[in-house]
């Protein structure tokens, strides 16, 4: 299923490969990288680097949400993550997005350059993110996540993970419409890791196909996550080797853009998955 997203002077046509998504994590307590971009220059420096090796959107995130992570205000998010974008922004030529759930950092973040919004509350936890993605026509992503970063693992139970997650999705989606959110800028994320046990992640990844029929582009962001060390091992290696095998099952089933720490390794993989699930309409562009 093609999908083409064009703003701003940007343009993803998600029809003709896979899109990847290289993560900046400018936070002290990131679950894989904390602390390694926190300061400016080196921040910078990464997102060139990731732009140079073939990344299609770098993600900008200034406060951790991994399991049972700390709230930061908006001013110290701000703080970390607008200098970074200001500057990206002026050195590299595909779009910026800026991953966070409070509306005025997203507002700020578009300012200084970013041009998507990435919410893993899906509009839930700042009902004016859905405003400010409208006034500014940015495509925006709406992301499945049980609870919150503090308590999301707390002994997550579904009844039916699939159905629940497709449902949640559905109506994300749809609220989004009504708050004047184009169609054609939605992208949906069933949120790996993100209030889900080891067994439910490699449930969405085995049926991430389904998601397909709510007529959207998939994003999906396994990357590094426990659920692969617990199957391969815990070295960055054993993780990355693990993250690429997910990557690829995930793209055969359905994903249209993967968000990775390892831009250069993904772009390799979704290369070879791309090849073989495309045939002759492959492009490596």
Same mark, same amino acid.
């Given at each position: 299923?093609?999908?083409?997203?064009?703003?701003?002077?940007?343009?993803?046509?998600?029809? $003709?490969?896979?899109?990847?998504?290289?993560?900046?994590? !400018?936070?002290?307590?990131?679950?894989?990288?904390?602390?390694?971009?926190?300061? #400016?220059?080196?921040?910078?420096?990464?997102?060139?680097?990731?732009?140079?090796?073939?990344? /299609?959107?770098?993600?900008?995130?200034?406060?951790?949400?991994?399991?049972?992570?700390?709230?930061?205000?908006?001013?110290?998010?701000?703080?970390?993550?607008?200098?970074?974008?200001?500057?990206?922004?002026?050195?590299? /030529?595909?779009?910026? *997005?800026?991953?966070?759930?409070?509306?005025?950092?997203?507002?700020?973040?578009?300012?200084?350059?970013? *041009?998507?919004?990435?919410?893993? *509350? &899906?509009? $839930?936890?700042?009902?004016?993110?859905?405003?400010?993605?409208?006034?500014?026509?940015?495509?925006?992503?709406?992301?499945?996540?049980?609870? $919150?970063?503090?308590?999301?693992?707390?002994?997550?139970?579904?009844?039916?993970?699939?159905?629940?997650?497709?449902?949640?999705? @559905? @109506?994300?989606?749809?609220?989004?419409? #009504?708050?004047?959110?184009?169609?054609?800028?939605?992208?949906? /994320?069933?949120?790996?890791?993100?209030?889900?046990?080891?067994?439910?992640?490699?449930?969405?990844? $085995?049926?991430? *196909?389904?998601?397909?029929?709510?007529?959207?582009?998939?994003?999906?962001?396994?990357?590094?996550?426990?659920?692969?060390?617990?199957?391969?091992?815990?070295?960055?290696?054993?993780?990355?080797?693990?993250?690429?095998?997910?990557?690829?099952?995930?793209?055969?089933?359905?994903?249209?853009?993967?968000? !990775?720490?390892?831009?250069?390794?993904?772009? @390799?993989? &979704?290369?070879?998955?791309?090849?073989?699930?495309?045939? @002759?309409?492959?492009?490596?562009?």
């Amino acid at each position: 299923m093609g999908f083409l997203l064009k703003w701003k002077g940007f343009c993803l046509d998600l029809s $003709r490969k896979t899109h990847i998504m290289g993560i900046l994590n !400018v936070t002290s307590d990131s679950f894989f990288d904390g602390g390694k971009y926190l300061e #400016k220059n080196k921040a910078i420096e990464h997102g060139i680097e990731m732009a140079e090796e073939g990344a /299609d959107i770098i993600d900008v995130g200034g406060e951790s949400t991994r399991p049972y992570s700390k709230r930061i205000s908006a001013e110290e998010e701000m703080d970390r993550v607008i200098p970074v974008i200001e500057e990206l922004s002026r050195r590299i /030529d595909i779009p910026i *997005s800026i991953d966070t759930y409070k509306s005025e950092v997203a507002e700020e973040a578009i300012k200084a350059g970013a *041009s998507i919004i990435n919410d893993i *509350s &899906a509009f $839930r936890f700042d009902p004016s993110m859905a405003d400010v993605a409208s006034r500014e026509g940015v495509p925006v992503v709406l992301m499945h996540m049980k609870g $919150r970063p503090e308590n999301m693992q707390d002994n997550p139970v579904y009844d039916n993970l699939m159905e629940e997650i497709f449902c949640f999705l @559905k @109506k994300a989606k749809e609220d989004a419409i #009504k708050k004047g959110i184009r169609e054609d800028f939605i992208i949906l /994320d069933p949120g790996i890791g993100f209030g889900k046990r080891y067994e439910h992640n490699l449930e969405i990844i $085995r049926s991430l *196909s389904l998601l397909k029929k709510l007529n959207s582009p998939i994003l999906i962001g396994p990357s590094n996550k426990a659920f692969i060390a617990k199957i391969v091992g815990d070295s960055v290696e054993d993780r990355e080797i693990g993250t690429m095998a997910v990557l690829a099952c995930s793209i055969m089933n359905g994903a249209n853009i993967v968000r !990775v720490h390892n831009v250069e390794k993904a772009v @390799k993989t &979704a290369r070879m998955v791309d090849a073989i699930k495309r045939g @002759k309409d492959a492009s490596f562009d």
